[in-house]
Structure formats: C-alpha cells, structure tokens
C-alpha cells in the first residue's frame, strides 16, 4: 500500500461545486477544520451537505452556511446555529431534520450496503410524511432510507501513513460511520505518525476505507 498523505488544496480540488459531502463532528468535535477551511478558500458551492449539526456561527460546519456554500442540507438538528435557521425561513437553504439516531443509523446503512433501516421514531408525526410504513408484530415502523454520499470529511486524532486512524474520545460520534458510506473519504489529523505506532487494537477506521489523508501544507 502506497502512503496516502497528500496536500490538502491538492485533495479539496478534486471535490466540485454541487458535490455531496458527509462532515464529521459534533458541535464541531471532530470536525475537520482544516478541510472545511481549504472548502472555502477554493470557494466550493451548491454542496449538499450531511452532518449531526452546523455548529455554531464562525465554528466548524457553520462557516460553510454563513458563506452560502450549502445548498442543501441534511442534518438532526439546527438549534444552535441562527443563520441555519434563518437561512431556511428565507427559502435559500434545502433542510432535511432527521431524528439523531435514525441520521446514524441510515449513515451506517449507507455503509454496509443495506438499502434502509425500519425505525419507529416519527410514527404518526410529520417526519413520516411520504415515507413508507411497515407493521411488524402489531407495531408500525417507518422506511428509512440509507445514506450516502461523494465524499466524506473525517477528523482524527492520529493517523499513520497508511490511512488507518484513531479517534479521541467523542471524535468517534460519526466518524466512523461516514467512513464508510462515501464513495471518498477524506480524513484530516492532528498528528500523522509512522506505520506501527498506532497500536492495532485502537484503530477504529482501517486505512483500507481511507482514500486520502491531508497533509499540513498546500502546495501554492
């Protein structure tokens, strides 16, 4: 296997306007920063994007909706962030509210190759609007369908050459998930170390998922 660090603006280039991404994080925890950054600095727009929240204003996800470069998003919640908000009652943000679980859930799905998962979250409420309902032992479940994407953007606490990465702590909310349910994955670290420093059984995401691993430096 060849190393697969490579410079940031280098990777970010190869995502264009209109691409669906998965954005790692929590409240901006295990958000790439640095990715998000190089998104704007090459001014990336119409981006479909599917993370857990858009943070705050100026932190993580919310830098991209404050520049106008979502399109469209797919997200549990936005309550924390009033230009998300304030951008869907104008009309000029696509927002898809999924409960917290069932987004993980169909993210897993995307990842493993099932077509959904059945989920009785949203039974009889707004949510189950046009979606398909299945009785099972006397109980009804809504079809919720999986979810991928072009690229994901992960963040990790370290990385080796190869790819293989370990998390920090809450950092492994969707993650490692998302890691998998992109046809690219795209994964920033703090620290990139040598093949074999990171012992094997901490390495929750296997390089073998990782398509590119950004370096510190551009290029130009």
Do not use: W
Not at 41 to 53: E, H
Not at 56 to 68: M, S, W
């Amino acid at each position: 296997m060849k190393p697969k660090a490579v410079p940031i603006d280098d990777v970010v280039a190869t995502i264009p306007n209109g691409a669906s991404l998965m954005i790692g994080g929590f409240m901006g925890v295990g958000t790439p920063t640095r990715l998000i950054e190089e998104l704007l600095r090459q001014g990336k727009r119409n981006l479909t994007v599917i993370a857990n929240d858009t943070a705050r204003p100026g932190v993580g996800i919310g830098k991209l909706i404050a520049a106008g470069s979502v399109e469209r998003l797919i997200t549990s919640h936005i309550g924390t962030n009033p230009q998300t908000q304030q951008l869907l009652l104008e009309g000029r943000l696509q927002v898809e509210l999924v409960p917290q679980g069932t987004l993980a859930e169909r993210i897993r799905a995307g990842g493993v190759g099932l077509g959904g998962v059945l989920t009785p979250t949203g039974v009889g409420t707004l949510v189950a609007e046009g979606k398909q309902t299945i009785e099972i032992d006397g109980r009804q479940y809504l079809l919720e369908l999986a979810l991928k994407a072009d690229f994901s953007l992960i963040r990790a606490k370290r990385a080796d050459y190869l790819g293989n990465l370990e998390y920090a702590l809450t950092a492994r909310n969707f993650n490692p998930l998302m890691a998998m349910a992109s046809d690219r994955t795209i994964a920033e670290a703090e620290d990139i170390v040598p093949v074999g420093v990171i012992p094997p059984d901490v390495v929750i995401t296997p390089g073998v998922l990782v398509h590119c691993l950004v370096g510190q430096e551009r290029t130009k």
